[in-house]
């Protein structure tokens, strides 16, 4: 499985985003899909995770009510909504793939490049 992400840019807080993560390959719709953002100088985090049936969704408890991850495995695709954004939403952003990923980095297999999510105050 490859992972593109995008979606990335600048916004003032309050704003909203909404990043895509296209990924190739004919397992897509059999894995589970997380996004992590990573901050400058700080580790990389679990932001949100949905399972392959899009039945079950889990969120850090830092962006609960303010994002939402939906996928379309139709279009290969992964999206996290982002509203009410915070200037400490400020990170490159990660979408990853995995048989059973939940909130653990080496829960997952594949991961993306990356975009990158700059909140102004």
């Known amino acids: 499985v490859q992972l593109q992400a995008s979606g990335g840019g600048l916004v003032q807080a309050g704003g909203s985003l909404r990043l895509s993560c296209a990924a190739s390959g004919r397992t897509f719709s059999s894995y589970a899909m997380g996004w992590f953002r990573q901050a400058p100088g700080k580790e990389r985090e679990f932001v949100a995770r949905?399972?392959?049936?899009?039945?079950?969704?889990v969120y850090a408890d830092s962006v609960k009510g303010r994002f939402t991850i939906s996928r379309d495995n139709a279009k290969n695709t992964v999206y996290l909504q982002m509203n009410s954004l915070k200037p400490e939403d400020t990170a490159v952003y990660y979408c990853a793939a995995g048989p059973v990923g939940l909130r653990l980095r080496d829960e997952y297999d594949y991961w993306g490049q990356g975009t990158q999510v700059t909140v102004s105050s």
């Open positions: 949905i399972v392959w049936s899009a039945s079950s969704t």
